[in-house]
């Protein structure tokens, strides 16, 4: 960046340093050490805290018992439906979220439409899930406006939908703050594709059909799978909603750590949210990882 | 006729997409503004959101603690940012890498590790839940680094501060009266997205027991389960219109430097 810079003037300032050798030149570093020790502290602290914490024995001194415990049904289970609930709700957000934001790419960027879609969509992709949870409550809990409704018209259970409160139940809270991040993700990977290339595949004597599966979708792929990818993340480390929705039990690793945290003890293991804490590093590290790489991916063309 | 299909189809669409987002809001609603026993209209929910002394304490907390984020953030961040720039740009990846990171590390983490830390803090500043800020900072790191990012991208910023300092400012008038005015938009963005993060946070209050507005709407929600509903869309419904008046605000930035 700095190399483009047209005007000669960032020299003198940057080249005195320099030549005056090396005591000077962490000079102007050090205005980062605020910074980097309110990071070091509360990010990296702690994080390092669960690492270490994780390969430790209640007593002190190393041990894998955390980890080997990681191995036992209950944490198993729980991972397991985190997986399964991340990838639900990923996969379900993101074709959903891909259709609507396609839906909303063709209006023109000033349409009310389009506006008011993406001004909802931030809302509910970024404020808490608490609010969302109680939003599904009051619509199929116990009372709530569907529950009444449908027990008026068909004559199903008055007392609300028991699974609400269990796996379909957070599949279906959780894809309501998806699909909105998918649009906000992927609204600017369908900006970036350009008429011309359409026109040039029309002028080419291609059908809308042949548009689509040979020139955008091949285009559009890995900004799909990345945004796809976000989304797991993003549902893998939820927990507000789950926890709102949940009061007893732990279906999902989330909530387990939740049961670690406030219950004292779980498989015997004073800390064991470390461990669970760890795995949950692992996990969202790997997709983070690979949502990166496509990103690269995608950025070569859109 | 296939173009009138697909206008149709869309409409519908639209429509469909419209319902599922909308009925839990009118639904919260229709909770929020009725007497659970009796099933008549009542205001008692909302009015309880200024009354109830539990719910005003917790909605004070909130607000005070997306303030003091918004001007931790803020005090923490713009000078680093604009100090990056202007003189270490090769720790520019650097601090991305750290300011993006919580978006890696969920905030569960944080809060399994963040005892020791805290342990300090208390020691330190003393038990409060205004201490939240510390953490809530690193929580907002990766929006507001996003927002500032931008606006110091589109920025000669390098020239600014070369005409400031030849004129014989020094750096605190560079960062303060030169380049933050510039990129003002920017910082706002970052202070909105901030406080409704904020002001939505869970996570880490309730896991360490202290009562911010969502933590006492869930508190309360098995006693008084309307108060809960209006609370929860009262936030919900400011944060909506904090994050409009952040898109007016894009939209206004966007106009002059169309060109």
């Keep these: 960046m700095s190399e483009t810079a047209p005007l000669a003037g960032p020299a003198p300032a940057a080249a005195a340093p320099r030549r005056t050798g090396r005591s000077f030149g962490i000079g102007p570093s050090v205005g ?21 914490g994780a390969f430790q024995a209640d007593e002190g001194g190393f041990s894998l018992e ?28 993101a074709v959903l979220g891909a259709l609507l934001a396609y839906l909303v790419v063709t209006a023109p960027p000033t349409s009310i439409v389009r506006r008011t879609v993406t001004a909802v969509c931030g809302v509910l992709a970024q404020f808490g899930g608490v609010t969302l949870a109680f939003a599904w409550m009051a619509t199929l809990g116990f009372g709530g406006l569907l529950t009444n409704l449908l027990a008026d018209s068909v004559g199903a259970d008055p007392n609300g939908s ?85 009061s007893q039990g732990a279906p999902i690793t989330p909530l387990l750590i939740r049961n670690s945290l406030t219950s004292e003890i779980v498989l015997g293991q004073a800390n064991f949210a470390y461990a669970l804490a760890l795995e949950m590093i692992v996990v969202v590290a790997l997709v983070m990882g690979l949502y990166a790489w496509l990103l690269k991916r995608t950025s070569r063309w859109l | 006729m296939g173009a009138m299909v697909w206008r149709v189809s869309r409409w519908l669409l639209l429509a469909a997409f419209a319902l599922f987002f909308l009925v839990p809001l009118v639904a919260l609603l229709n909770f929020s503004t009725r007497d ?143 380049i933050l005015p510039n990129i003002w938009p920017g910082v706002l963005g970052g202070a909105f997205i901030a406080i409704a ?21 869930v508190a309360i929600s098995k006693a008084n389960a309307p108060e809960s509903m209006a609370a929860a869309l009262a936030s919900l419904l400011f944060a909506a219109l904090l994050l409009m008046m952040l898109s007016f605000l894009d939209r206004r930035r966007r106009h002059p430097g169309g060109k």
Excluded: H
């Design chain 1, 32 to 52: 980062l050490l605020p910074f980097l020790a309110f990071v070091g502290i509360f990010l990296v602290v702690p994080t390092v805290t669960v690492c270490i």
């Design chain 1, 66 to 93: 955390k980890i080997r415990l990681l191995g036992e049904e209950t944490p198993l289970k729980a991972l397991r439906q985190s997986l399964v609930l991340s990838l639900s709700s990923a996969v379900v957000g």
């Design chain 1, 162 to 246: 028991s699974w609400l409160y269990e796996m379909p139940g957070l599949v279906l809270v959780y894809t309501y703050f998806q699909i909105p991040l998918m649009v906000i993700v992927f609204l600017p990977a369908l900006e970036g594709l350009r008429p011309q290339w359409r026109e040039a595949a029309v002028n080419l004597g291609a059908t809308t059909w042949q548009y689509w599966t040979q020139v955008a979708f091949p285009l559009l792929r890995p900004a799909f799978l990345g945004s796809a990818l976000l989304l797991f993340a993003n549902a893998f480390a939820a927990y507000a909603t789950a926890a709102a929705l949940v």
């Design chain 2, 36 to 178: 659970t026993r009796t099933g008549e209209r009542t205001g008692a929910a909302w009015q309880a959101l200024v009354e109830d002394p539990t719910m005003t304490e917790a909605i004070t907390t909130s607000l005070l603690l997306a303030a003091l984020t918004v001007v931790g953030m803020v005090v923490l961040l713009v000078p680093t940012m604009i100090w990056v720039k202007l003189r270490v740009p090769r720790a520019t990846r650097l601090v991305e890498f750290l300011c993006l990171l919580p978006l890696t590390i969920p905030a569960l983490v944080i809060v399994v590790g963040m005892d020791n830390v805290y342990a300090w803090v208390d020691y330190l500043v003393g038990d409060s839940p205004l201490t939240l800020t510390f953490v809530y900072v690193v929580l907002v790191l990766p929006y507001s680094y996003r927002a500032i990012d931008s606006a110091l991208g589109s920025l000669d910023a390098t020239t600014l501060s070369e005409a400031a300092r030849s004129l014989g400012a020094g750096w605190f008038t560079v960062i303060t009266r030169v």
């Design chain 2, 197 to 217: 993060l904020v002001l939505g946070e869970y996570t880490v209050s309730s896991l360490t027991n202290y009562e911010t507005l969502p933590v006492v709407i």
